[in-house]
């Protein structure tokens, strides 16, 4: 079946903008998690969700930063007022529940702020 | 803090060369860790874990408490092993804290 996938692949936004990021995890997994993967580092927790609320949230860096998970499959992660240190490759993870299960990522979706 | 160290940015070795790509951590208690790779062009995907005690495309990876490592090894090196290699572990509170990784090269 489909693996996670991101959209879009690249999104290139000006300083004060407001963007979404999208996130369609496996058919039937019900963990989805966001990380966040500047150049030269490792992806990085951001928030976690376990059906449709958001288990975890402690990973978020500020109040710009929100993520959604409505009817427990699709996410969303929202970013108001993007600021250049904004700019990563936000990663989207799924898996059948529990951090012990393996998590399958995404493509990934480049963010750049101008 | 719980914290993963990978101290190798590049590793580069020629074709049935062994490989170790090291990988140290910090927690206090017993660890659950885990080898993520990143083929080019590809996804990150989950190469081992420690639990399991398996070997995958002949990789393998022994946790060692006293030293608090976690190294990957692979005895002979093949080209298709070049990749971008992520150690994770996870922490106190149930979230997967990955090291900084570690890009291997293998020269044909």
């Known amino acids: 079946g489909a693996g996670v996938s991101q959209t879009p692949s690249n999104k290139v936004t000006e300083k004060g903008k407001y963007v979404e990021l999208r996130c369609d995890p496996i058919s039937g997994h019900t963990a989805l998690y966001w990380y966040r993967q500047s150049l030269g580092q490792g992806p990085e927790f951001l928030i976690y969700?376990?059906?449709?609320?958001?288990?975890?949230d402690s990973g978020l860096p500020n109040d710009r930063f929100f993520a959604v998970r409505p009817e427990g499959s699709v996410s969303t992660l929202k970013i108001q007022r993007t600021e250049r240190g904004d700019s990563a490759v936000y990663l989207c993870?799924?898996?059948?529940?529990?951090?012990?299960?393996?998590?399958?990522f995404g493509p990934g979706t480049r963010l750049t702020v101008l | 803090a719980q914290r993963v160290t990978q101290p190798e940015k590049l590793l580069s070795v020629f074709k049935g060369a062994p490989v170790e790509l090291k990988c140290n951590y910090s927690?206090?208690?017993?660890?659950?860790l885990f080898w993520y790779v990143q083929y080019s062009r590809q996804r990150l995907q989950l190469l081992l874990r420690h639990i399991s005690r398996e070997s995958i495309k002949g990789f393998t990876a022994d946790l060692n408490k006293g030293e608090t490592s976690f190294h990957l090894k692979k005895p002979f090196a093949q080209e298709e092993d070049s990749a971008m290699y992520y150690c994770a572990l996870v922490d106190n509170t149930d979230k997967l804290i990955f090291g900084t990784g570690t890009r291997l090269q293998v020269f044909p």
């Open positions: 927690y206090s208690g017993s660890p659950e």
């Open positions: 993870a799924s898996s059948l529940g529990g951090v012990s299960n393996e998590q399958f």
């Open positions: 969700f376990q059906g449709t609320g958001a288990a975890d």
